[in-house]
């Protein structure tokens, strides 16, 4: 009788030791799987906030020069207009899902892209004023962060 009650013990042991292994293992899958999702959601979001910052950027130069053509700029500023409130959106999006270091990233990316539209909104502003606006350097700083923030690593410089 002790034989198997040691046995059924052994058994119950190896039962309990199988359970928890499989339950450890689901329980870093899930874990894994979640972090996979958030990930592709913050890419898809980095990448909606940048191409929307480029939109702006492309309309309050195509604004510029228009003006330094001489021609009139209304629909490239009603295009920047609409990427604004869009941006503003995709904003939020973007800070709730990123790092600290990448969320500071764009609130200075915002603050070149205000300077931006400030600018492009002067009537008199052609091109020429818009150019010195840094707004590519802090949307390269930003490219850095998201890739520090998704564990993409990358060799090569960003220009």
């Known amino acids: 009788m002790a034989t198997q009650i040691i046995t059924l013990v052994g058994v119950l042991i190896g039962a309990l030791t199988s359970y928890f292994a499989t339950a450890m293992a689901e329980r870093t899958k899930l874990r894994h799987l979640m972090a996979t999702r958030w990930d592709e959601r913050k890419l898809d979001t980095y990448i909606e906030y940048v191409s929307c910052i480029k939109e702006i950027q492309r309309a309050a130069m195509d604004a510029g020069r228009?003006?330094?053509?001489?021609?009139?700029?209304?629909?490239?500023?009603?295009?920047m207009e609409g990427n604004e409130k869009k941006r503003s959106i995709l904003f939020e999006t973007f800070v709730l899902l990123s790092d600290d270091r990448a969320a500071a990233a764009a609130h200075a990316v915002n603050q070149r892209t205000w300077e931006l539209l400030r600018t492009a909104r002067v009537p008199s502003n052609g091109t020429a004023e818009l150019?010195?606006?840094?707004?590519?350097?802090?949307?390269?700083?930003?490219?850095?962060?998201?890739?520090?923030?998704?564990?993409?690593?990358?060799?090569?410089?960003?220009?």
């Open 66 to 79: 228009a003006r330094d053509q001489g021609k009139d700029p209304s629909d490239a500023l009603t295009e």
């Open 131 to 159: 150019r010195p606006i840094p707004l590519v350097e802090a949307l390269n700083v930003l490219h850095e962060a998201a890739r520090s923030d998704l564990t993409i690593s990358s060799d090569t410089p960003t220009r």
